[in-house]
């Protein structure tokens, strides 16, 4: 729609129909697909958007490799979350009643999310923090800037890095069960792309270890 003023044109675009019976369009309601404290981390949020609802039965039910290509603002956080609550639910850190007889997983209990900048780290951490803190897990920063004791380190439930620093913390970590790296039972890259980049081989050497 068209409408021509004086000295501009004003042109009205309506929102694209969105098929609500096609399956690659649901929504999925937060209260149908989670309980108990996972889905408190949510809380706020009334449903999953369409891409965070088709990848939502491999990330909150399995723990298989997921790689999320999606633009900026599609809602990718989200989808890290949705792994952290799975994460945590199965090592006994959260709990969802739908799960109650599922045996708990014997692996690092810690998540570890890997931002390709520290600014960038920093806005992570706000972002669990305030999602998590309700659930009493701890989120801390681990950067050129943001230095953990080894209390600080060993009390935290999410670490936010970036790939040089983790790549420090686990080069020696060995067998070590009480090195950070082996304490890790979930990775999260963001901007898994920069394997391209000149920093890409310090992202492979990361993942290579884990």
């Given at each position: 729609?068209r ?8 042109v ?18 937060i ?11 949510f809380a ?6 369409p891409?965070?609802?088709k ?16 633009p ?6 989200n989808?890290?979350?949705?792994t952290v609550?799975?994460?945590f639910?199965?090592?006994g ?9 599922v045996?708990?997983l ?5 998540v570890?999310y890997?931002?390709p900048?520290?600014?960038l ?9 305030s ?10 920063e ?10 600080e380190?060993?009390?935290a ?8 620093k ?5 080069r020696?970590?060995?067998?070590d ?13 963001d901007e898994?792309h920069?394997?391209a ?13 884990v």
């Open positions: 729609e409408e021509y003023e004086e000295g501009y044109e004003k009205t675009i309506p929102a694209p129909f969105r098929d609500e019976s096609d399956a690659s369009n649901r929504r999925l309601p209260n149908e697909i989670m309980s108990g404290s996972c889905a408190q981390v706020g949020t009334a449903s999953l958007n891409m965070q609802s990848v939502f039965e491999t990330a909150y039910h399995h723990r298989d490799n997921l790689l999320v290509c999606a900026t603002g599609a809602g990718k956080t989808v890290a979350l949705t609550a799975s994460h639910r199965d090592v850190l959260l709990n969802d009643p739908n799960f109650s007889e045996s708990l014997e692996t690092g209990s810690k570890v890997i931002a900048m520290k600014a780290a920093q806005e992570v951490v706000s972002k669990f923090h999602k998590l803190h309700p659930m009493k897990l701890i989120v801390k681990l950067t050129g800037d943001m230095q953990l004791t080894r209390a380190a060993e009390a439930n999410v670490i936010v890095t970036t790939p040089e983790w790549d420090v913390v686990t020696k970590s060995g067998n069960e009480n090195s950070l790296g082996n304490q890790c039972g979930l990775l999260i890259i898994v920069l394997l980049d000149e920093r890409g081989a310090v992202i492979e050497s990361v993942v290579a270890r």
